[in-house]
């Protein structure tokens, strides 16, 4: 069985030197110390192909990791996005049967997001990778509704990845136990996934996918727990004015993966929410690196073939228009 995986990190080195420079140089996990992260995310070649390979996956969608360019200044994030894209879509052209590739956008630069969109899916990019905020401006800002509109236009999807909290809430809600349990706090151990619950969910009440119905929206972490509470999120709906609730949104504009947590518990909940034509293996390399055993036994879990195929490759061949 075919086996897609549309989360699989990679750093662009500059980009990591560059945002070493920021005022908050702990905006990026990957400038710290994890393991061999750094090595393995700077490989685009044979260490990550058999990387694949031990783990069964044919095609990985490449996606440059957080903090993308988001915290740089305009003109940095415009030139450090342009490169990101061109070396991504360089790997494929290497590699064309193993990987694809998500765009990088400098979204701290609304003004040049679309062009930078459209010129990377000149350059064969299936999608892209955004965050829910940058800086004190939110995803929902009416300044990136032309992003919004392009990207359903294109066909290209748009992947709303974890990134920090703000820093006034991370003094508010996520400091106080020391600085590694502080950070952890933050990002995956709790703030990284709430955070992006609460951007998806201001684009839909902020009638985003009423305005752009094409628009297409991927969650990782199984949807960034906002499946896991519509029961009070649908009320919301109703109060800002949308003829829709919540769920429906969740059900007909976006796309769940797994990001690696292969539990069969979370996946039988998002099936209580949505159905198996919207679910789509991702492994979220290499922070999380599955084995081919774990990864065989998950889709056990799965009632049928034809449901283990949609997820493991079919869902994701059809989302991104891939040839597999």
Known sequence: MTLIAIEE????????????????????????????????LEDLDEGRLAAMDAQGIDLSILALTPPGTHPLPPDEAVRLSRAANDVAAEAVSRHPTRFRALSTLPMSSPEHVVDELTRAASLGHVGTMVYGRVGDR??????YDDFFAAAAELGQPVFIHP??????????????????????????GWGWHLDTALAALRLILRGTFDRHP???????????????WLDRADSLARVAGRERSVSDYIRSNFFITSSGMLNPVLLRHT???????????????????PTREEITTF??????????RKFSSGNAAALYGLDR
């Open 9 to 40: 990190h990679w750093i662009l080195p500059e980009l990591a030197s560059a945002l070493k420079a920021v005022p908050r140089p702990d905006e990026s996990l990957v400038l710290n110390d994890f393991g061999d992260a750094r090595q393995r």
């Open 163 to 188: 990134q920090l909290p703000s820093e006034a809430l991370r003094d508010a809600s996520y400091r106080g136990f020391g600085e590694l349990t502080d950070l952890a706090l933050a990002t995956f």
């Open 214 to 228: 094409a628009l297409r929206v991927v969650l990782g972490h199984w949807g960034e727990m906002l499946l896991f």
């Open 299 to 308: 889709l056990d879990a799965f009632d049928s073939d034809e449901d283990r």
């Open 138 to 143: 939110f995803l929902d800002d009416p300044v």
């Open 271 to 289: 099936l209580s929410v949505t159905t198996v034509d919207r679910l789509i293996f991702s492994t979220d390399y290499p922070f999380q690196q």
